[in-house]
Nanobody, 122 residues
Framework: QVQLVESGGGLVQAGGSLRLSCAAS????????MGWFRQAPGKEREFVAV????????DYADSVKGRFTISRDNAKNTVFLQMNNLEPEDTAVYYC???????????????WGQGTQVTVAS
């Protein structure tokens, strides 16, 4: 059974930082691209960042470029999202997801975590 478990969310002041982690089990982790998505209240779930299976390629939503960094540790089956200079607009539930292709599209992802709440206070 595949499990993706996010952690590291919380409440932070604007300008602060958080590091999200997503621990994967039940899948061949190094075969999967891993993405982060987020969903704010009343909004669609949106793409944030993706990293390919080896970690050699990454891509980001324009809204987070230069502030967020995605990385992975294949030895620990874990993907990370370092979030710096957070803004109130970053407030959302953050989800990690696994896909056989590096994609911005939700439908490309086979597996999803349960999400972790990030709240940025102004």
């Amino acid at each position: 059974q595949v499990q993706l478990v996010e952690s590291g969310g919380g409440l932070v002041q604007a300008g602060g930082s958080l590091r999200l982690s997503c621990a994967a089990s039940g899948l061949t982790f190094r075969s999967y691209a891993m993405g982060w998505f987020r969903q704010a209240p009343g909004k669609e779930r949106e793409f944030v960042a993706v990293i390919n299976w080896s970690g050699s390629r990454t891509d980001y939503a324009d809204s987070v470029k230069g502030r967020f960094t995605i990385s992975r540790d294949n030895a620990k089956n874990t993907v990370f999202l370092q979030m710096n200079n957070l803004e109130p607009e970053d407030t959302a539930v953050y989800y990690c997801a696994g896909s056989l292709t590096s994609s911005h599209y939700r439908t490309a992802y086979n597996y999803w975590g349960q999400g972790t709440q990030v709240t940025v206070a102004s």
